[in-house]
C-alpha cells in the first residue's frame, strides 16, 4: 500500500511499498575539483538536490546520506 506522508517543507512525500534501491553508479565529481571554489559549492549543491529529488521519488541509495556527502566533500576538495 502506497502512503502519503508530510515533509518538513509541507510537500506530501509518496512512499512506494517496495522501494528501488539505487547502488550506482552515482556521478563522480573528482574531475571538478580544479575548478573555483565558488563552482565547486554549485556542484555540491546540484548534488545534494539531485540526491533529494531521487530520493522524494521513492528511490532508495545504497550509499548512507553521511557516506555520500563524505565522498562528494573530498571529490570536491570542500
Do not use: H
Request: a negative charge.
Amino acid at each position: 500500500m502506497i502512503g502519503s506522508v508530510e515533509s518538513t517543507t509541507g510537500i506530501p512525500v509518496i512512499k512506494p511499498a517496495t522501494a528501488c534501491t539505487i547502488a550506482g553508479p552515482w556521478p563522480t565529481y573528482g574531475n571538478f575539483r580544479t575548478l573555483p571554489e565558488r563552482e565547486r559549492w554549485v556542484l555540491y549543491g546540484s548534488a545534494k538536490a539531485y540526491r533529494e529529488s531521487l530520493e522524494r521519488q521513492g528511490f532508495e541509495m545504497a550509499e548512507t546520506y553521511d557516506a555520500f556527502i563524505r565522498r562528494v566533500t573530498e571529490e570536491l576538495d570542500i
